[in-house]
């Protein structure tokens, strides 16, 4: 069934388990959320960019909103790195039921002032919110945060924000940062602060940049002709300590864009003569079920529906 943010995630923090928030681009991708979902009785959140929305529409979020409507398992549709108030309200009019405004790149202020905006027009149409304190490292989107600019999110600033801004979920700044290069080896997560600002709060945190970017598919993505240097993602045993300690939305898009490219390298590797495009995009249907599978797992979200 289509629910709100809220509705999954608030059960999430109470009951220390994560919840995967899954990046869709296509019809492929968001069966594979939420086939896998439904198969391993987890909520689950699709969350669509506004790349995403740039490039599949309307359409694209159709597909999610009526695949949400007849999963057995609560689905929401959340809009992943809002960049401003009007993306947002576009947003909740194409359907969404979850949405992020993300002026995390704003001193304080603006970001309350902008958050606020969106939250109480949010509101008024039942919808619930994700917004952002402190800054990844890595590349956001539409910004590039070097790693001296990127800092990360004061516990005490963080209740005051949640205070003053009515945010429903808030993303921090523990350590992660987007894409498939987290870190040399073992990306540095802050423990001490994810556990100090869980003892501050009560709403269900996020954690962006959570691709695990296993390395048994970055060799299949090797093998099968792909490009990629040492890359390396957030270790299941840190995802797992810090859904214990306030972390309930789990981003991911990294390892779906790893596990889809692999099936579809994999097929055209292995019969060159292929032109059936079910026969190519079916297997990375397959391959990203899998890394999904894994992450519900390693969350612990399965059988939480
Ligand atoms: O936090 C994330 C995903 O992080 P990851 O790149 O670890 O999958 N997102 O918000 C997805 C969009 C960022 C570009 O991938
Ligand atoms: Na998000
Ligand atoms: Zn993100």
Do not use: C, W
Request: proline share 3%.
């Amino acid at each position: 069934m289509l629910v709100t943010g809220n509705d999954i995630l608030i059960p999430a923090r109470a009951g220390q388990y994560g919840v995967g928030s899954f990046n869709t681009n296509n019809m492929e991708i968001t069966q594979a959320i939420i086939h896998t979902a439904e198969r391993l009785r987890s909520p689950v959140m699709v969350q669509m960019s506004e790349g995403a929305i740039k490039y599949g529409g309307q359409d694209l979020a159709n597909i999610v909103i009526d695949l949400a409507r007849r999963a057995t398992v609560p689905v929401a549709l959340h809009l992943d790195h809002g960049s401003s108030y009007e993306s947002a309200l576009k947003a909740i009019k194409m359907g969404f039921t979850s949405v992020m405004i993300d002026a995390s790149h704003h001193g304080f202020e603006d970001n309350v002032k902008e958050t606020r905006r969106v939250v109480e027009a949010a509101h008024a149409m039942g919808i619930s919110v994700e917004s952002e304190l402190g800054r990844l490292g890595g590349i956001e989107e539409h910004i590039v945060v070097d790693e001296k600019d990127a800092f990360l999110t004061d516990p005490e600033e963080a209740v005051q924000f949640i205070e003053q801004t009515g945010t429903d979920y808030l993303a921090i700044a523990i350590g992660t940062s987007h894409g498939a290069f987290k870190g040399k080896g073992r990306p540095y997560i802050d423990h001490a602060r994810i556990e100090k600002i869980a003892s501050l709060t009560s709403i269900p945190l996020v954690a962006h940049g959570s691709s695990g970017v296993p390395q048994e598919i970055v060799e299949r993505f090797r093998a099968a002709g792909g490009q990629i240097g040492d890359a390396a993602g957030i270790a299941d045993e840190d995802l797992q300590r810090a859904t214990g300690f306030g972390i309930a939305k789990v981003n991911v898009d990294t390892d779906l864009r790893l596990a889809s490219t692999v099936g579809i390298r994999e097929a055209l590797t292995a019969n060159p003569k292929e032109f059936d495009p079910r026969k190519i995009f079916g297997p990375a249907r397959e391959v990203m079920s899998q890394v999904i599978e894994h992450k519900m797992r390693v969350l612990g979200s399965v059988g939480k529906a």
